[in-house]
């Protein structure tokens, strides 16, 4: 009985947590205040999203519309605890506080791989942060990956593509896995030795 309840335990936190990542990367892009909160994505993007859900079981918060691109997360105290956060009446600030801790790196790489395009030498991301706040959040997203931002109109980009993607790998393969569709294949193919390291470290083969 102690078992199951804290197996149930970890279920729940595991979940919470999926939930609150799935969040920040929401109200890091272009997500809006909804009856909890909405986003519109890419339709391109709607298996990534949907095989998020699934893995995560966020069925009962999460609803996303594949054919429009629009996703729905419903109200929960966490989202609750978020909005309060992120926003100052009607502006989205992001936080008062210069923490790093206020965001993790897999909400940066769901933020990333949601809201993000390819240009030519960057990875283009949207948000709709005040655009008076976006440096102290593009000094927080720096923190966690180690790599400097460029700050541009309702975007930030990522200059150095191929360290991310390396860096990436070393902590969620899943994610790096669907940002390797930011590659070229010219590039893929001269990261290949690199990659191969880190992977086989994970037990895995290239």
């Not at 969040?23 to 709607?46: D, N, Q």
């Not at 105290?77 to 009446?89: G, R, T």
């Not at 969620?172 to 880190?198: C, G, I, M, Y």
Request: charged share 30%.
């Amino acid at each position: 009985m102690i078992n199951t309840q804290r197996k149930s335990e970890k279920e729940r936190k595991k979940k919470e947590l999926s939930l609150r990542n799935l969040a920040i990367a929401v109200l890091m892009g272009e997500g809006v205040i909804h009856e909890g909160l909405y986003t519109e994505f890419p339709p391109e993007k709607s298996g990534y999203i949907r095989n998020y859900i699934i893995f995560n079981k966020l069925d009962d918060y999460v609803q996303i519309k594949p054919d429009s691109g629009d996703l729905y997360i419903r109200s929960h105290p966490i989202i609750d605890e978020l909005i309060n956060q992120w926003y100052e009446k009607e502006s989205k600030i992001f936080s008062h506080h210069l923490d790093p801790g206020k965001l993790s790196y897999s909400s940066i790489m769901l933020w990333v791989n949601i809201y993000g395009k390819r240009r030519v030498e960057t990875i283009e991301i949207t948000t709709n942060v005040e655009e008076e706040h976006l440096r102290k959040l593009s000094y927080c997203i720096e923190k966690h990956i180690q790599s400097p931002l460029i700050i541009g109109r309702n975007t930030l980009k990522i200059p150095h593509i191929h360290d991310f993607y390396l860096n990436s790998i070393r902590f969620t393969l899943n994610d790096a896995s669907f940002l390797s569709s930011f590659l070229h294949p010219n590039e893929l193919k001269k990261l290949k030795s690199r990659v191969r390291k880190p992977l086989m470290d994970r037990g895995m083969v290239l």
